[in-house]
């Protein structure tokens, strides 16, 4: 367990040392969400209305942008191999750099989420569980995005590739998550939503992990 | 392939007379509908293309799971031919519901749980298909394309039972269903007749494209050997 911390305490170090890519999806999802009033008109019931899911796609996309930084580097500079020699199996390898990837996309999001809501002038009432269900869900997007991006290490265009592999299988966690704050909009309980969500979280946690863990083993050995 | 090879030629044969006499069934001599005269013809084209859209991908995901476990080459190769063929069956399918959808339920198009589901299954063929070109080593790419077909295989069951999991517009099941199927028997026969066509055209096509990918693979080896020397 000493090898799982370590890795994570890694990670976070690299991050602290170098925030570039911290900065870049916080400035991505920031300027993105504020392109939209621009777009479809700054009427308040109207952004109000499309808040949620304007802030789900574009959360979506941050994770987007950033899946293919999670194995690349590692793939590239060989460290990956050494982290396969290690006694850790390497599914628990590949749950320690997807916590710590979700950390630094989920967290930040949320924290930026409030500042995105009152822009759009979102209920506050329903801002908890805007903020709940994209700390969950990002969970279940680093996950999946984890395989797209262990499955395109390697390949031509592999920006474009994790995307396509990608977002067909984000397109469930979006709706539920979208769901959520829309029944809220609707003072609908909105329990049945996150169960769902959490459920689809929690299904992806080994299809993630045993995906990815596959993935790499097959990039190595080639 | 040395079985397949000589039995293409009267498998073509086969699937152009059960084509023809399914679309003559279905054109000519079956009834038209009482609520939907006759746009329900669109039906004996649509209901095969979506089976085909689930039955190409089971069989790709039993390939797969066939490749990754035993290595099978010649599973890898079947899961790659079937992919595009398995593409455009979901595509067509999507295509006929859509100019169904117009007449019947006014629209070409509802974000309902059917439709969603069945455009991510063309999304998840279009990225294997993407996935399996991506390499300079084409075993690579089958493998890999082996393990996203696998964790997209979860969106099947999705399919076959968001008609009954979520209120849709689409209509539930009629054909495979307990208690035998609710459709009657003069458009339930050119139904069949027409999705055993489709199935001989998956089977025609699904031979030439492995015989195809199996001689490209051979030519790939016989260049590598000369550029040795």
Known sequence: MTIFWAIIRHELKLTARQPGDLLLIVSFFLLTTSLFPLAVGAEPNLLARIAPGIIWVTALLSVLLSLPRLWEPDYNDGSIEILMLSALPLELIVLAKVLVHWLLTALPLALLTPLVAVMFQLDIQALPLMVGSLLLGVAALSLLGSIGAALALGARSGTVLVALISLPLFIPILIFGVSIADMALMSLPSEGAFLILAALTLFALPVGILGTAWALRLAVSN | ?229
């Open chain 2, 1 to 229: 392939m040395a079985i397949a090879n000589p039995c293409l030629p009267w498998l073509a044969l086969l699937t152009v007379a059960c084509l023809i006499w399914g679309l003559y069934l279905s054109l000519f001599a079956s009834p038209a509908d009482y609520q939907q005269s006759e746009t329900v013809r669109i039906m004996y084209v649509h209901v095969p293309s979506a089976w085909m859209a689930l039955f190409i991908y089971s069989v790709m995901a039993i390939a797969s799971l066939v490749a990754v476990i035993w290595r099978h080459p010649l599973a890898e190769i079947a899961a790659q031919a079937s992919a595009p063929i398995g593409a455009a069956f979901t595509f067509c399918a999507l295509v006929t519901g859509s100019l169904w959808g117009k007449p019947m339920w006014g629209t070409w198009w509802v974000w309902d749980a059917r439709l969603t589901s069945v455009l991510i299954l063309f999304f998840i063929y279009l990225a294997h298909m993407a996935l399996t070109s991506a390499f300079d080593d084409p075993a690579r790419g089958r493998r890999a394309a082996a393990i996203l077909c696998l964790v997209g295989f979860v969106n099947v069951p999705i399919i076959k039972f968001s008609v009954e999991w979520w209120n849709t517009l689409h209509q539930p099941a009629s054909v495979l269903k307990l208690g035998g199927p609710s459709i009657h028997a003069d458009m339930l026969w050119p139904l069949l007749i027409m999705a055993l066509a489709f199935k001989l055209i998956y089977l025609c096509l699904l031979i030439v494209r492995m015989r195809n990918e199996l001689m490209a693979a051979r030519v790939r080896n016989l260049t590598a050997a000369r550029a040795r020397g």
